[in-house]
């Protein structure tokens, strides 16, 4: 899939993965050190918001694409291969990118030499190429004015070689005679009708119905009110310009995305720096990869949370002290430690460390208040059960 340029990504972080399988390079033409490390850089977000399981072989080149210097084709993706009914496939007859077969533990797949091919810009930046414009390889995602985000053009690319796109062309046939994993998720708004029951002449109708191809998947469907602009019904747009464009219909997102925050988003077909990933990330679970992405911060992946916009409240111990407040949060019996001397307050006869026990201290939660109550001589007390019976936690 082609993209584009006119002109900081900002691609949210996830949780950790146990995994130690990585994308990795096959480097062809023009790829020196200083490309492969952009590379290397866009690998790794991809790795912390996708649950990468098995090795995802990725073969790259720089060479001489279309250009001029007004525009330019900065880079194009796909997969090497696809499978259709492999075992435990999320769906019967349908074409799955051979690099989510891989990472679903397919041998055959995962023996693949190549999963994913990519080719980029060589000339960018020379005369009669966007003249003066000029890669910018930093993995901080802060390119000067006259700078292309490469980290961030290299994820958009690299997320449709692991799925996000389309194998169906402007006629509308299936390929083979099979829909793939991305197209079952394309939606008319205007017919009401999924690309899994139209017919090849209602698909190229629905292809260039600009603003009514929508994204189904429940997951992103979730999540959209992360945006601004950029929904048909609550559903994202995707990409159909009413004149077909090769490479880039239907395979992105549609350009009126905008989020909240101002970002873009980054599977849109044209650069247009800052750049999101939310809404891309979670499209990859609707299709069935595991993710990390946890965009509330509450340790769920989105994939998995029930409310990924909203922190859910996590109570280990059931005490009913949310784990983010509870000094004791694997104890039922703790919450609270004044003093900090790994007592908890329930269990320590000097819950602020002043000296003065407790059933003695006025202000037994204040250190710097130590005045004493005067007891009876020659008293003998539990200091536990005088405390609890006094109520002081």
Known sequence: MKRLVIAASLLLSGIASNSQAAITFIAGSNVTPER???????????????????????????????????????????????????????????????????????????????????????????TGCLDGITWYYGADHNPAWNQVDFVSTAVHEFMHGLGFLSFIGSDGNLNSGLIDNYSTFLYDNSTGKSWKNMTAGERAASILNNNNLVWSGAKTTSMVSLLQAGTTASRA???????????????????????????????????????????????????????????????????????????????????????????????????LDTDGDGIGNNADHDDDGDGAPDIVDTQPLNPAVDTEINLPLNSNYDGAMLKEAAGIR
């Open 36 to 126: 492969l490390a952009g590379l290397q850089a866009a690998a790794n977000e991809l790795q912390g918001l996708l649950d990468i399981q098995q090795n995802i072989k990725v073969s790259v080149s720089f060479s001489a694409l279309s250009c001029s210097q007004f525009g330019a084709v900065l880079g194009y993706a796909g997969p090497y291969t696809a499978y259709a009914n492999f075992s435990g496939a999320p769906q019967t007859n349908t074409w799955y990118v051979s690099a989510q077969v891989a990472n679903e533990g397919i041998s055959y797949a995962v023996d693949d030499a190549v999963h994913i091919t990519a080719e980029f810009n060589h000339n960018l930046g020379n």
């Open 237 to 335: 747009r995707m990409y159909a310009p009413a004149t077909y464009q090769s490479g880039s219909s239907t395979s992105h997102f549609d350009v009126s995305l905008l989020y909240d925050n101002g970002d873009n988003e980054v599977m849109e077909p044209i650069a247009d720096f800052p750049e999101d990933s939310a809404l891309a990330i979670v499209a990859f679970c609707d299709m069935g990869w595991p993710i990390l992405q946890d965009t509330d911060g509450d340790t769920i992946n989105d994939c998995d949370d029930s409310d990924p916009l909203v922190a859910a409240v996590i109570d280990t111990d059931g005490d009913g002290v949310p784990d983010s407040s509870d000094a004791f949060p694997s104890n039922p019996l703790e919450w």
